[in-house]
């Protein structure tokens, strides 16, 4: 029997993302490392300190040259400035570990946090959004939010390290020329803010056209061998050129922006500093306000140290948009509302196998009409039930309501008698087992792919036993590595109806009491057929099983046959009860079966 998987880790974002601010998202994803960050800012604080202290111990050098002063003063305060450049090297490590721990936790919290929010999102919302973009969320986005706060904390800080330095040095030397370099810190504010919402807006426009890429370039290597078969290529290559041509002109427009964004910042800075080295040269000059030699030459490397510090914190205006950007598109997942509920429901402990459909019927939101309606059926435990029906009868919709991966818009379905829409679907799953018409295996092994989800994976016996009565382990046997045999992406390396027994055994092991049989055996040829056949027949024995099919081999052994037309019951009996009744599944359905 399946053991139930552990509870999963809670994620610091499974119930906090609400659509604030994305500052404020950051600063819950860092509250677990807010000691370690304060500790990390005083350390840069410190190792910072000989970028502002030396203009002043430059000036004080130079007024003692000139003034031949004390050669004393000059060694004290050459061996200040050694001492701290020294120092530099063990806080610059210190540093680096602190803030780089709580960067690198925050991606993986923030990747765990999208996974999470991705395994309980309805199907429905997966159907809706490709797996590229969502990639691209998990992977590129997260990558920029790293980035982002990367360099906010590295240029960032040392920016804002040295303005406060600077400044509270020249208050302190140079008073008198204080007030002219506070007005670069306006003009520069009032630039920012006028090109901020232009460079987020082409932000987002350029993250829209990377998950389009993204999506496009995932659908490419999926169709690659209908592609090929068909001698498509070029159409392929194609519609990726459409969208690559779109991603370079929303990417050279932003290059332009940040570019022309750089170029003012760095011309209307420098052209004040140029004015700042005049002024302050001229002051001297004259004699006036009782400015110094070394206080020209501190005033000078203050204002070019200052201005490259605030042209700094302008050209992160564009990466720090960029990262917020990336933020807003793992919001998009994190808020989405689109999520299975199951908190707080009753758990399913055991299961007699007896469901029961009472008044039914589910319209898809999008939808003018329903895919099922007033669908009534009692499913005796044990019982296997075949749907069959043309394309758009609702066979699918009924299976997936089963499962619990869409709910009813109306009516019920029933678990042994209780109303499923109050159960734990989580730990309802733990006694349900599907095997769909396309076998989905990941890149591992044979071992691997059969106990995937058990935890502690299954004993030696157990998964002999699973493979052998799903007629596996023939072709297993001539595997150069048997069990532990690397099937590749998706299965690559076996056949469909390898794949297909590999799916069974899957089942088998996990001694379901519901199954559910979506087109196991349509993509078949006749000998993979009736292995499968044989191993199926081991499977449905004590189960409640749900079968849809196109093949009359896999549904006329079934105690009931609910024929559907347009989401309805339209005739239901066993196999020969339906030929002797001469009705719709005689005169339609049975001859294509037939083949």
Same mark, same amino acid.
């Given at each position: 029997?399946?053991?139930?998987?552990?509870? +999963?880790?809670?994620? +610091?974002?499974?119930?906090?993302?609400?659509?604030?601010?994305?500052?404020?998202?950051?600063?819950?994803?860092?509250?677990?490392?807010?000691?370690?960050?304060?500790?990390?800012?005083?350390?840069?604080?410190?190792?910072? /300190?000989?970028?502002?202290?030396? +203009?002043? /111990?430059?000036?004080?050098?130079?007024?003692?040259?000139?003034?031949?002063?004390?050669?004393?003063?000059?060694?004290?305060?050459?061996?200040?400035?050694?001492?701290?450049?020294?120092? #530099?090297?063990?806080?610059?490590?210190?540093?680096?570990?602190?803030?780089?721990?709580?960067?690198?936790?925050?991606?993986?919290?923030?990747?765990?946090?999208?996974?999470?929010?991705?395994?309980?999102?309805?199907?429905?919302?997966?159907?809706?959004?490709?797996?590229?973009?969502?990639?691209?969320?998990?992977?590129?986005?997260?990558?920029?939010?790293?980035?982002?706060?990367?360099?906010?904390?590295?240029?960032?800080?040392?920016?804002?390290?040295?303005?406060?330095?600077?400044?509270?040095?020249?208050?302190?030397?140079?008073?008198?020329?204080?007030?002219?370099?506070?007005?670069?810190?306006?003009?520069?504010?009032?630039?920012?803010?006028?090109?901020?919402?232009?460079?987020?807006?082409?932000?987002?426009?350029?993250?829209?056209?990377?998950?389009?890429?993204?999506?496009?370039?995932?659908?490419?290597?999926?169709?690659?061998?209908?592609?090929?078969?068909?001698?498509?290529?070029?159409?392929?290559?194609?519609?990726?050129?459409?969208?690559?041509?779109?991603?370079?002109?929303?990417?050279?427009?932003?290059?332009?922006?940040?570019?022309?964004?750089?170029?003012?910042?760095?011309?209307?800075?420098?052209?004040?500093?140029?004015?700042?080295?005049?002024?302050?040269?001229?002051?001297?000059?004259?004699?006036?306000?009782?400015?110094?030699?070394?206080?020209?030459?501190?005033?000078?490397?203050?204002?070019?140290?200052?201005?490259?510090?605030?042209?700094?914190?302008?050209?992160?205006?564009?990466?720090?948009?960029?990262?917020?950007?990336?933020?807003?598109?793992?919001? @998009?997942?994190?808020?989405?509302?689109?999520?299975?509920?199951?908190?707080?429901?009753?758990?399913?402990?055991? /299961?007699?196998?007896?469901?029961?459909?009472?008044?039914?019927?589910?319209?898809?939101?999008?939808?003018?009409?329903?895919?099922?309606?007033?669908?009534?059926?009692?499913?005796?435990?044990?019982?296997?039930?075949?749907?069959?029906?043309?394309?758009?009868?609702?066979?699918?919709?009924?299976?997936?309501?089963?499962?619990?991966?869409?709910?009813?818009?109306?009516?019920?379905?029933?678990? $042994?008698?209780?109303?499923?829409?109050?159960? $734990?679907?989580?730990?309802?799953?733990?006694?349900?087992?599907?095997?769909?018409? @396309?076998? /989905?295996?990941?890149?591992?092994?044979?071992?691997?792919?059969?106990?995937?989800?058990?935890?502690?994976?299954?004993?030696?016996?157990?998964?002999?036993?699973?493979?052998?009565?799903? #007629?596996?382990?023939?072709?297993?046997?001539?595997?150069?590595?048997?069990?532990?045999? =690397? =099937?590749?992406?998706?299965?690559?390396?076996?056949?469909?109806?390898?794949?297909?027994?590999?799916?069974?055994?899957?089942?088998?092991?996990?001694?379901?009491?519901?199954?559910?049989?979506?087109?196991?055996?349509?993509?078949?040829? #006749?000998?993979?057929?009736?292995?499968?056949?044989?191993?199926?027949?081991?499977? =449905?024995?004590?189960?409640?099983?749900?079968?849809?099919?196109?093949?009359?081999?896999?549904?006329?052994?079934?105690?009931?046959?609910?024929?559907?037309?347009?989401?309805?019951? =339209?005739?239901?009996?066993?196999?020969?009860?339906?030929?002797?009744?001469?009705?719709?599944?005689?005169?339609?359905?049975?001859?294509?079966?037939?083949?």
């Amino acid at each position: 029997m399946q053991k139930p998987e552990s509870a +999963p880790r809670p994620s +610091p974002l499974d119930h906090h993302y609400s659509g604030e601010h994305p500052l404020r998202t950051l600063a819950y994803l860092f509250r677990p490392d807010r000691h370690r960050l304060s500790l990390a800012v005083v350390v840069f604080a410190v190792k910072h /300190i000989p970028v502002w202290l030396l +203009p002043l /111990i430059t000036a004080n050098i130079i007024d003692v040259v000139v003034d031949h002063g004390p050669v004393a003063e000059l060694w004290y305060n050459t061996g200040v400035l050694v001492f701290v450049l020294v120092l #530099n090297f063990p806080l610059a490590l210190l540093y680096a570990r602190l803030m780089s721990s709580s960067i690198r936790r925050m991606g993986r919290e923030l990747r765990s946090a999208l996974c999470r929010r991705m395994q309980y999102l309805s199907i429905g919302y997966h159907a809706r959004v490709s797996a590229g973009v969502l990639q691209t969320k998990v992977v590129r986005d997260v990558e920029g939010v790293e980035q982002m706060t990367q360099q906010s904390a590295d240029m960032g800080l040392a920016a804002i390290m040295t303005l406060i330095g600077g400044l509270a040095v020249i208050g302190y030397r140079a008073p008198v020329v204080l007030p002219v370099f506070l007005v670069v810190v306006p003009l520069a504010a009032l630039l920012v803010r006028r090109l901020r919402s232009r460079i987020r807006s082409n932000n987002e426009e350029f993250r829209l056209e990377i998950e389009q890429l993204s999506s496009r370039v995932g659908e490419m290597t999926t169709l690659i061998p209908i592609t090929r078969a068909h001698g498509l290529e070029r159409t392929a290559l194609h519609r990726v050129d459409h969208t690559l041509e779109r991603v370079l002109s929303a990417g050279f427009r932003l290059d332009l922006l940040n570019g022309r964004f750089g170029s003012l910042s760095w011309i209307l800075l420098n052209t004040m500093a140029v004015g700042c080295l005049s002024g302050s040269a001229i002051v001297a000059y004259y004699g006036w306000l009782g400015l110094s030699a070394g206080d020209v030459v501190m005033i000078s490397a203050f204002f070019t140290a200052l201005t490259a510090s605030l042209t700094t914190l302008m050209n992160l205006t564009p990466i720090i948009s960029k990262g917020l950007e990336s933020v807003r598109s793992i919001g @998009e997942v994190l808020q989405a509302p689109d999520l299975e509920s199951n908190e707080g429901k009753a758990s399913v402990d055991r /299961i007699g196998g007896r469901i029961d459909f009472q008044g039914m019927g589910f319209r898809y939101p999008e939808a003018t009409e329903h895919s099922v309606r007033g669908f009534e059926l009692s499913v005796r435990p044990g019982e296997t039930i075949a749907l069959v029906g043309a394309s758009g009868a609702g066979k699918s919709t009924i299976l997936n309501l089963l499962i619990g991966f869409i709910r009813p818009t109306e009516g019920r379905i029933l678990l $042994d008698g209780a109303d499923m829409a109050s159960l $734990d679907l989580r730990t309802y799953r733990r006694f349900l087992s599907v095997v769909p018409q @396309e076998s /989905i295996l990941f890149e591992g092994t044979i071992r691997e792919n059969v106990t995937y989800g058990l935890e502690g994976g299954a004993d030696e016996d157990a998964l002999r036993r699973a493979l052998l009565a799903a #007629n596996a382990m023939e072709f297993i046997e001539r595997l150069p590595d048997g069990l532990d045999t =690397v =099937v590749g992406q998706r299965g690559a390396r076996l056949s469909g109806g390898q794949k297909q027994r590999l799916a069974i055994a899957r089942a088998l092991i996990r001694d379901p009491r519901i199954l559910v049989l979506d087109e196991a055996t349509s993509a078949l040829d #006749n000998t993979s057929e009736g292995l499968i056949q044989d191993a199926l027949s081991r499977l =449905v024995r004590g189960r409640t099983v749900f079968v849809v099919a196109h093949r009359l081999s896999t549904i006329r052994n079934a105690d009931r046959i609910i024929v559907m037309e347009r989401g309805h019951i =339209v005739e239901a009996g066993s196999h020969q009860e339906l030929l002797a009744r001469g009705g719709a599944y005689a005169t339609t359905l049975q001859p294509r079966h037939s083949g």
